[in-house]
């Protein structure tokens, strides 16, 4: 599979920002999907994830309340709408495939998009 992620941006804090993952070359809807990220100097970190069907989602307690992950099915693409940003959002944001796994892991996630950068300004 490969995937694609797209929609970062500079943003002011308090602005929103959606972000898209669009996957080619596999079945997408037979694949757990998340979203991690990685600010400067620090590690990679979970963000979200969101079942085959897109009926189960859970999210770190940074975003909880302020992001929300969804997929089309039928587009082939996943969906990460950020609201109420804040400077410590600011990373590069990476959508990946799960086979299976615990879902906060990045080793759990067997194929990565290239990533895309958000900066929010205080």
């Known amino acids: 599979v490969q995937l694609q992620a797209s929609g970062g941006g500079l943003v002011q804090a308090g602005d929103s920002l959606r972000l898209s993952c669009a996957a080619s070359?596999?079945?997408?809807?037979?694949?757990?999907m998340g979203w991690f990220r990685q600010a400067p100097g620090k590690e990679r970190e979970f963000v979200a994830a969101?079942?085959?069907?897109?009926?189960?989602?859970v999210y770190a307690d940074s975003v909880k309340g302020r992001f929300t992950i969804s997929r089309d099915n039928a587009k082939n693409t996943m969906y990460l709408q950020m609201n109420r940003l804040k400077p410590e959002d600011t990373a590069v944001y990476y959508c990946?495939?799960?086979?299976?796994?615990?879902?906060?892991?990045?080793?759990?996630?067997?194929?990565w998009g290239q990533g895309t950068l958000v900066t929010v300004s205080s």
């Open positions: 990946a495939r799960r086979p299976g796994g615990y879902y906060y892991l990045a080793r759990s996630y067997d194929a």
């Open positions: 070359g596999r079945t997408f809807s037979n694949d757990h």
């Open positions: 969101i079942s085959r069907g897109g009926t189960d989602t």
